[in-house]
Every structure is written in structure tokens, then in C-alpha cells.
């Protein structure tokens, strides 16, 4: 045997290299394990990202003391991502990290709207006892519902970002969300809850000639934004097409240079929603 080779294996306090000092993420003393190797096969593969998953969704009691993979102190969706970057070592990512996110709930859907890429959600939900959701197709889409809290977790295989999270039925609150991009977490400036088309004045309110309104809508279609006097007569369509989703809102602007002074209302209709706001044009 050559000088570097020992009969007793690296964590035998017998091995003359041996060193009580140095721990594996076990807390083994010269211990074998992996950092994400959480059931402990010997490799980092898709089941451990499975495991995880499974303790943090509270499905099972589970040693997850080779979890910390980011090394944050907690067990979270970011060590999720960190593993699942680890089996997909040779994948390429798309787009730039997002820095900041909004989660937005309408009438049946769960999405958010991002500045960049984002690979991970992990969203607490508390709901009535009719509540049912359906998750996105992802490389890991699971929830777990326990009396009246679900909580979910969706994460990409990094090809694309996380828009579209769920669709459900029944009414929900927020608990808490956790955003994570390719190396680290994602400020959520702000939970929205729209339920329906949104119209306000973000011009001037008196104003003369003109001004600018803002349509903010849930869903993509078809929308129609229109200005009625007081004797419900249509005095201008300011749009009537097909428009994207947009919670900050579309700008529409109106210029009243041929109309009376007085005061007038403003219409958008989408779907079935109608929004309505008031105008006062002074001359």
C-alpha cells in the first residue's frame, strides 16, 4: 500500500487521517454524506428534489439534515431550485433574473407578473372548505391541502419563467408567498387581488382638453372603453379591440376639445365586467 492508503474507511476514528473536527451535512464527524443528498444514495438526482418538496409541503417527517443547500439556515423553495440546478447541471437558463414580482389573484386564476425570470413559488393559501385548484404543468407542481390551508409549490426546469400558477375555485387569502429566480430569492412588492376590469382617471380630474385614464384587466379579450354624457348618449370610443392582460393598467387617452363642459362618464367593458369612472370636463 502506498503512504496515502488506509484498510479503515475516511470516517473510522481508527484511520490515521481521521478528524473529529471536520463534519459532513450530517453532522457526521469525516462523514459520507452529500450536501443534497437527501435520501442519501449516494448521488443527487430528481428524487431528492422530491423529498424535499415533501417536508416542506408537511406531507411527511423527513431527515432533511443535507437540505440546507444554499446555506441560508432553512429548509425553503430556494434549496428546491438549488438542487434542481444541480441535476440540471448542462441546462442553459433563459432570460435575466427577475428582482421583483407581483402576485396577482383574479376571480379564478393565480399568476404573477415579474421583471425578469423566476424559477420557483411557494405560496400559502388559506381558503373555505369548497376550494379546489388545479396547478401548471411544471417540472415539480405540487400542493398539499390540510383543513382549510393549502400550501403549493411550482418549480421550472429553467427553460422558461413562472407566469400562469393555478386556476381554483372558492375564496382565498394569501399567507404568504416565497419568489425565487435561478440564484436567489425575489422581492414580491405586492400581492394584487383583481377581480374584475378597472378603470380610473390618472390625468386631470376636472380637466380641459384632455386626459389620460388607465384600464387595468385580468385577462386578455376583447375591450371596449367608451364616454357617455349624462343623458346616456355615446360621445367617444376611445377602444374597442383586443387587448392583453395588464394589472398596472393600459393608458387611454381622451381629448374632449369638441365637446361641451359638463360632466361625463367613462365605460370599459371586458367579458361580463363593466367599469365605470367620472369625468369633469371645464372649459
Not at 450536501?35 to 442519501?40: A, T
Amino acid at each position: 500500500d502506498g503512504p496515502t492508503e488506509s484498510n479503515y474507511p475516511a470516517n473510522s476514528p481508527y484511520n490515521p487521517n481521521w478528524n473529529d473536527d471536520c463534519e459532513d451535512c450530517a453532522g457526521v464527524a469525516n462523514g459520507s454524506a452529500i450536501l443534497g443528498d437527501l435520501n442519501n444514495s449516494g448521488v443527487i438526482n430528481i428524487a431528492d428534489v422530491v423529498y424535499l418538496v415533501n417536508f416542506i409541503l408537511g406531507a411527511s417527517e423527513l431527515d432533511v439534515s443535507c437540505g440546507d443547500v444554499n446555506g441560508d439556515g432553512s429548509l425553503n423553495v430556494s434549496d428546491v431550485i438549488s438542487i434542481v440546478n444541480i441535476v440540471l447541471a448542462d441546462r442553459s437558463f433563459a432570460n435575466m433574473d427577475a428582482i421583483n414580482s407581483t402576485l396577482i389573484i383574479n376571480d379564478d386564476s393565480i399568476r404573477l407578473e415579474s421583471d425578469g425570470f423566476v424559477q420557483g413559488i411557494h405560496l400559502t393559501l388559506s381558503h373555505d372548505s369548497k376550494f379546489e385548484i388545479n396547478l401548471v404543468n411544471a417540472l415539480i407542481s405540487e400542493f398539499r391541502t390540510l383543513d382549510n390551508m393549502t400550501n403549493l409549490i411550482v418549480v421550472t426546469d429553467g427553460s422558461h419563467s413562472i407566469t400562469d400558477i393555478a386556476t381554483f375555485e372558492g375564496d382565498i387569502t394569501v399567507e404568504s408567498v416565497h419568489v425565487v429566480n435561478q440564484s436567489g430569492d425575489v422581492n414580491v412588492e405586492q400581492v394584487i387581488e383583481l377581480s374584475s376590469i378597472e378603470v380610473k382617471v390618472v390625468g386631470p380630474n376636472p380637466f380641459n382638453p384632455s386626459t389620460q385614464i388607465s384600464v387595468a384587466i385580468p385577462e386578455a379579450g376583447l375591450v371596449s372603453v367608451s364616454v357617455y354624457n349624462v343623458l346616456g348618449q355615446k360621445v367617444a370610443t376611445l377602444v374597442d379591440r383586443y387587448m392583453d392582460a395588464n394589472i398596472s393598467g393600459h393608458i387611454v387617452n381622451f381629448n374632449a376639445s369638441h365637446l361641451a363642459s359638463g360632466v361625463y362618464l367613462v365605460q370599459a367593458i371586458s367579458s361580463d365586467k363593466v367599469a365605470t369612472q367620472k369625468l369633469m370636463l371645464l372649459k
